[in-house]
């Protein structure tokens, strides 16, 4: 992918507290919470939304949709370090109790923007964000550094909303840092072929139609 580099939009209308470290809620006790905490407060310039969602600081939700920012004093109550600086954010959707919480706001679209990239937690698949500008679903990947990203280029320059939240089927995501980059990032489509490339060789050297057959190459051979 190469340098992450950041861009900078126009003052005013820029996105505002992408890393999360403008929270003002005063920090709980070592192993202590907040419940229910007040959004303004834990997300300055970002709206929660979700019907039913609730939220908390350092806290774990039950069953219901959440939107938990982890952060100091530490040890927090659910047990959260946070993946960079004092604070991270949490999505919490157990798939059955109304939409998926999310998080949004609207700003301008660095120009010259390729893409956008952001930090989570070890393990974490593309597919358990959903990154949507505008309403429109941004395909993601992993890139380098812990980071999944996806391509925005066509929104460089405008004002969009920008959406983060989890897939309707249910799902955490534990996340950090966002970040708008002039890097490029390969098209989802690239992996996906290469991927499905290497698994249908593995396929042929290993069983294939001919049952203990394998072709490469042009020469075909029995096991």
């Not at 609730?54 to 659910?78: R, T």
């Amino acid at each position: 992918m190469g340098s992450l580099a950041l861009l900078q939009s126009v003052s005013g209308q820029d996105y505002i507290n992408l890393n999360f470290e403008q929270a003002t809620i005063a920090p709980t006790p070592v192993g202590g919470w907040t419940y229910p905490a007040d959004p303004a407060q834990l997300f300055p310039g970002w709206t929660v939304g979700g019907a039913g969602t609730v939220v908390s600081y350092n806290d774990l939700s039950i069953g219901a949709p959440a939107v938990d920012l982890m952060g100091p004093n530490f040890p927090n109550f659910a047990g959260y370090t946070p993946l960079q600086g004092s604070y991270s954010v949490l999505f919490q959707y157990f798939g059955s109790a109304g939409p998926s919480p999310t998080l949004s706001q609207t700003g301008l679209v660095p120009l010259g923007a390729q893409s956008i990239n952001f930090l989570v937690s070890s393990g974490t698949s593309p597919t358990a964000a959903v990154v949507t500008l505008n309403g429109i679903s941004i395909p993601l990947v992993s890139v380098s550094g812990g980071r999944l990203a996806g391509d925005i280029s066509t929104y460089a320059g405008s004002i969009a909303q920008l959406t983060l939240s989890t897939p309707g089927s249910g799902g955490w995501l534990y996340f950090d840092d966002i970040r708008f980059s002039s890097s490029q990032i390969p098209e989802p489509s690239i992996f996906s072929l290469f991927g499905l490339s290497i698994l249908f060789l593995l396929w042929l050297r290993t069983g294939g139609p001919g049952g203990g057959r394998w072709s490469l190459g042009g020469h075909t051979r029995q096991r």
